[in-house]
């Protein structure tokens, strides 16, 4: 809602600096670099390109976002969302240090003037047009920054508002800095005439060819021996493939559900089955209602389209008063009681003249000015369009008479909503909200039809404390059990109990997948030792036992944690030798790519139109070897064996077409140069944190 700039911008302001992007382009993929814990300072949360990152600077940082987080939801924020403010503090300090490190020895700078140009000049930062943009023209709005610059002290004497806003100036001037830097680097990025005719005929050239493949399945397994000294070797000379960034572990480990008893059920029932009575015979169901149900969703009236198929079917019709149930849904019981029947619209038009709160208008003061108004416009006196552009507090509609247009549902502030949808057409309605008084024309309202008002009380079935304690009995047992036991594997048979692996987990993961609430478990792993057993976490509404059985740190992954990988590709190289010459033989002497086929027993597969560009081939997927064989072939000859990803090719080539000549060699070279420099900038931001020392010793803390 437009009027809502002044608050609703505070916290959009709180998110900007949150995640303030550097630039659109750099995939966050590349903030998650961490290292092994080091157990150099206890204050310590990391170390960034030599700078040191104290546990007490960086929980600031952490606060301050969910601070931005609990404003904007409300004060209720997700135990999940926690991992996700310290992860986006973390990413803004690397951000931050790495590249004002090269902005300084740059010499780049943002002086006063630029940001004054960022924030209020004719060329604001994306953010700001976002957070000042009027949503019902879609248009930026830039009397709303000056509003809100002018009364942020008075709105919040406490000065936090104040300090936000510093704090995303600040954040601002980086932000400008590093562009500024990124756009040095690639304006560099220069498209030669080589490189365009290359990327043309890798686009434009094509091939008509005719394939023959012998999938590696066609190799049984049990042909193939593999040799350790074939493991090490293969291992050695890809040893690259094997270097992580991160520490990571392994763990396997049980779950034990807190399953409800018979008596939890039959106790809930009757629960249930009480509060259906009374909430029958209530007089006062809101108040009923908001103190026994257990989700306090909003009693709203709600039309046919949006209930729930057994309230519809068991209440839309029904007298007021009606209850339904008790019923079961969703792991609780309910039972539902229709309170209302009205007509209402879908969309409303309105218009408006809002008394901002920094002119009283959450006063009596407020209220009496908005009554006078109102008689004005009762008696004629004025029309509403003049007393808005003379009086409103809400610059964007205030120029344009109080035109709000049409709204629906949830658009706008409950009681500013429920003053325009209760109203008739040409109603005038004085309502406050925490933004001031506001006086209210309803001009028109939309597809008017009935509505309802249902009260869902519900109660969430859950365990009683009797079954929790059955369930971590159980699981304290299994952990006792494993010291008789000779493995984790066998007390997990012994025990009945299904085990279940997590790998490559981080040190700074929030939660173990499919496992609520399960940061703990992730702590323990970086502080156990291989092959040590958990005792019994609390995870929701399970219990679980955990057993820690990789150890995986920063650098090369050892080799017999990736040795049945390494055996796989090893097995596969073996068969394309032996394929190779399979397909050698066919081949030597063959007048055609048919007889070849015919040797070998395999199908000749037409590729028409194919390029290089596009090294598709259709039932096998990505060959970039097969067409690089083929676009470096000569036509009418036929080929070497070719070693592909699913199988050994031989081909013969039919023919090339000429590439297409670049139509608008100055648009194409735009083109390439724009995809460079999205790459550059990407890459160097990858180069400048590979080459900074980066010590994340955050899992630690959290």
Same mark, same amino acid.
């Given at each position: 809602?437009?009027?809502?700039?002044?608050?609703?911008?505070?916290?959009?302001?709180?998110?900007?600096?949150?995640?303030?992007?550097?630039?659109?382009?750099?995939?966050?993929?590349?903030?998650?670099?961490?290292?092994?814990?080091?157990?150099?300072?206890?204050?310590?949360?990391?170390?960034?390109?030599?700078?040191?990152?104290?546990?007490?600077?960086?929980?600031?940082?952490?606060?301050?976002?969910?601070?931005?987080?609990?404003?904007?939801?409300?004060?209720?924020?997700?135990?999940?969302?926690?991992?996700?403010?310290?992860?986006?503090?973390?990413?803004?300090?690397?951000?931050?240090?790495?590249?004002?490190?090269?902005?300084?020895?740059?010499?780049?700078?943002?002086?006063?003037?630029?940001?004054?140009?960022?924030?209020?000049?004719?060329?604001?930062?994306?953010?700001?047009?976002?957070?000042?943009?009027?949503?019902?023209?879609?248009?930026?709005?830039?009397?709303?920054?000056?509003?809100?610059?002018?009364?942020?002290?008075?709105?919040?004497?406490?000065?936090?508002?104040?300090?936000?806003?510093?704090?995303?100036?600040?954040?601002?001037?980086?932000?400008?800095?590093?562009?500024?830097?990124?756009?040095?680097?690639?304006?560099?990025?220069?498209?030669?005439?080589?490189?365009?005719?290359?990327?043309?005929?890798?686009?434009?050239?094509?091939?008509?060819?005719?394939?023959?493949?012998?999938?590696?399945?066609?190799?049984?397994?049990?042909?193939?021996?593999?040799?350790?000294?074939?493991?090490?070797?293969?291992?050695?000379?890809?040893?690259?493939?094997?270097?992580?960034?991160?520490?990571?572990?392994?763990?396997?480990?049980?779950?034990?559900?807190?399953?409800?008893?018979?008596?939890?059920?039959?106790?809930?029932?009757?629960?249930?089955?009480?509060?259906?009575?009374?909430?029958?015979?209530?007089?006062?169901?809101?108040?009923?209602?908001?103190?026994?149900?257990?989700?306090?969703?909003?009693?709203?009236?709600?039309?046919?389209?949006?209930?729930?198929?057994?309230?519809?079917?068991?209440?839309?019709?029904?007298?007021?008063?009606?209850?339904?149930?008790?019923?079961?849904?969703?792991?609780?019981?309910?039972?539902?009681?229709?309170?209302?029947?009205?007509?209402?619209?879908?969309?409303?038009?309105?218009?408006?003249?809002?008394?901002?709160?920094?002119?009283?208008?959450?006063?009596?003061?407020?209220?009496?000015?908005?009554?006078?108004?109102?008689?004005?416009?009762? *008696?004629? +006196? $004025?029309?509403?369009?003049?007393?808005?552009?003379? &009086?409103?507090?809400?610059? !964007? =509609?205030?120029?344009? %008479?109080?035109?709000?247009?049409?709204?629906?549902?949830?658009?706008?502030?409950?009681?500013?909503?429920?003053?325009?949808?209760?109203?008739?057409?040409?109603?005038?309605?004085?309502?406050?909200?925490?933004?001031?008084?506001?006086?209210?024309?309803?001009?028109?309202?939309?597809?008017?039809?009935?509505?309802?008002?249902?009260?869902?009380?519900?109660?969430?079935?859950?365990?009683?404390?009797?079954?929790?304690?059955?369930?971590?009995?159980?699981?304290?047992?299994?952990?006792?059990?494993?010291?008789?036991?000779?493995?984790?594997?066998?007390? *997990?048979? +012994? $025990?009945?109990?299904?085990?279940?692996?997590?790998? &490559?987990?981080?040190?700074? !993961? =929030?939660?173990?997948? %499919?496992?609520?609430?399960?940061?703990?478990?992730?702590?323990?792993?970086?502080?156990?030792?291989?092959?040590?057993?958990?005792?019994?976490?609390?995870?929701?509404?399970?219990?679980?036992?955990?057993?820690?059985?990789?150890?995986?740190?920063?650098?090369?992954?050892?080799?017999?944690?990736?040795?049945?990988?390494?055996?796989?590709?090893?097995?596969?190289?073996?068969?394309?030798?032996?394929?190779?010459?399979?397909?050698?033989?066919?081949?030597?002497?063959?007048?055609?790519?048919?007889?070849?086929?015919?040797?070998?027993?395999?199908?000749?597969?037409?590729?028409?139109?194919?390029?290089?560009?596009?090294?598709?081939?259709?039932?096998?997927?990505?060959?970039?070897?097969?067409?690089?064989?083929?676009?470096?072939?000569?036509?009418?000859?036929?080929?070497?064996?070719?070693?592909?990803?699913?199988?050994?090719?031989?081909?013969?080539?039919?023919?090339?077409?000429?590439?297409?000549?670049?139509?608008?060699?100055?648009?194409?070279?735009?083109?390439?140069?724009?995809?460079?420099?999205?790459?550059?900038?990407?890459?160097?931001?990858?180069?400048?944190?590979?080459?900074?020392?980066?010590?994340?010793?955050?899992?630690?803390?959290?």
């Amino acid at each position: 809602m437009l009027m809502n700039f002044l608050r609703e911008r505070a916290g959009f302001i709180i998110i900007g600096f949150i995640g303030l992007a550097i630039v659109a382009f750099i995939v966050s993929d590349m903030f998650k670099a961490s290292s092994p814990f080091l157990q150099d300072s206890k204050s310590k949360v990391g170390v960034i390109a030599g700078e040191d990152i104290s546990y007490q600077d960086f929980n600031g940082k952490v606060e301050q976002n969910m601070d931005a987080m609990r404003q904007q939801m409300g004060g209720n924020v997700p135990p999940q969302m926690t991992g996700y403010a310290q992860e986006q503090a973390w990413n803004q300090l690397v951000q931050e240090i790495v590249f004002k490190k090269q902005t300084e020895k740059a010499g780049i700078e943002v002086g006063g003037e630029e940001l004054f140009d960022l924030i209020q000049g004719k060329n604001p930062d994306p953010q700001i047009r976002r957070m000042f943009t009027n949503p019902q023209t879609g248009e930026f709005d830039s009397k709303s920054v000056v509003t809100f610059l002018k009364g942020m002290e008075a709105n919040d004497p406490s000065g936090a508002t104040k300090k936000q806003w510093l704090e995303f100036e600040k954040n601002l001037a980086a932000n400008r800095s590093i562009q500024k830097y990124i756009n040095m680097v690639s304006g560099a990025m220069y498209a030669t005439s080589l490189e365009l005719n290359q990327l043309n005929t890798s686009n434009t050239k094509l091939a008509n060819a005719k394939i023959v493949m012998l999938p590696y399945s066609s190799v049984a397994d049990a042909e193939i021996k593999v040799e350790e000294s074939d493991i090490e070797k293969y291992y050695n000379d890809n040893k690259y493939k094997y270097k992580q960034k991160q520490d990571q572990r392994t763990i396997e480990y049980v779950v034990m559900d807190v399953v409800p008893s018979k008596e939890d059920s039959a106790a809930a029932q009757k629960d249930i089955q009480k509060i259906a009575e009374e909430f029958k015979a209530s007089t006062q169901d809101s108040l009923f209602f908001v103190a026994i149900a257990d989700t306090k969703a909003p009693l709203t009236f709600v039309k046919k389209a949006q209930l729930d198929a057994k309230l519809d079917t068991s209440l839309y019709n029904a007298p007021v008063g009606t209850v339904y149930g008790p019923y079961f849904e969703n792991g609780a019981y309910k039972v539902a009681k229709l309170l209302g029947v009205k007509n209402i619209a879908d969309s409303v038009k309105a218009r408006h003249i809002l008394i901002g709160a920094q002119k009283g208008g959450l006063t009596p003061v407020g209220l009496a000015k908005a009554d006078s108004l109102k008689k004005l416009i009762q *008696t004629g +006196k $004025a029309s509403f369009a003049d007393l808005a552009k003379a &009086n409103s507090d809400d610059p !964007g =509609s205030g120029a344009k %008479g109080g035109e709000l247009g049409y709204f629906g549902r949830n658009m706008m502030v409950p009681q500013f909503e429920n003053a325009s949808f209760g109203g008739k057409v040409g109603d005038l309605v004085v309502v406050q909200t925490q933004y001031g008084v506001h006086l209210i024309e309803v001009q028109d309202q939309k597809n008017v039809s009935k509505a309802v008002k249902i009260a869902v009380v519900d109660r969430v079935f859950s365990p009683s404390q009797s079954s929790r304690q059955t369930a971590f009995a159980k699981a304290n047992n299994f952990v006792a059990g494993i010291k008789e036991a000779k493995s984790f594997t066998e007390a *997990t048979e +012994k $025990a009945k109990l299904s085990k279940r692996i997590s790998d &490559n987990l981080n040190a700074t !993961g =929030s939660e173990i997948p %499919g496992l609520e609430s399960s940061r703990e478990i992730i702590r323990w792993t970086f502080s156990a030792e291989k092959n040590d057993v958990s005792n019994v976490f609390e995870t929701g509404e399970k219990y679980v036992v955990a057993h820690l059985i990789q150890i995986r740190d920063k650098g090369y992954v050892p080799l017999e944690y990736v040795k049945s990988e390494i055996e796989v590709a090893v097995k596969q190289e073996k068969k394309a030798e032996k394929l190779t010459a399979k397909v050698s033989a066919a081949a030597s002497g063959a007048s055609s790519i048919d007889a070849v086929a015919g040797k070998l027993g395999a199908a000749v597969q037409p590729l028409q139109g194919v390029s290089f560009g596009n090294p598709i081939v259709d039932g096998a997927g990505m060959e970039p070897k097969l067409f690089g064989s083929i676009f470096g072939s000569a036509a009418g000859k036929i080929s070497k064996a070719v070693a592909g990803e699913k199988g050994v090719y031989v081909f013969i080539v039919d023919n090339f077409t000429t590439p297409t000549p670049i139509s608008d060699v100055k648009s194409f070279r735009r083109s390439v140069e724009m995809m460079q420099k999205q790459s550059s900038a990407a890459g160097t931001f990858e180069a400048l944190q590979d080459k900074a020392k980066i010590v994340d010793n955050r899992g630690k803390f959290y």
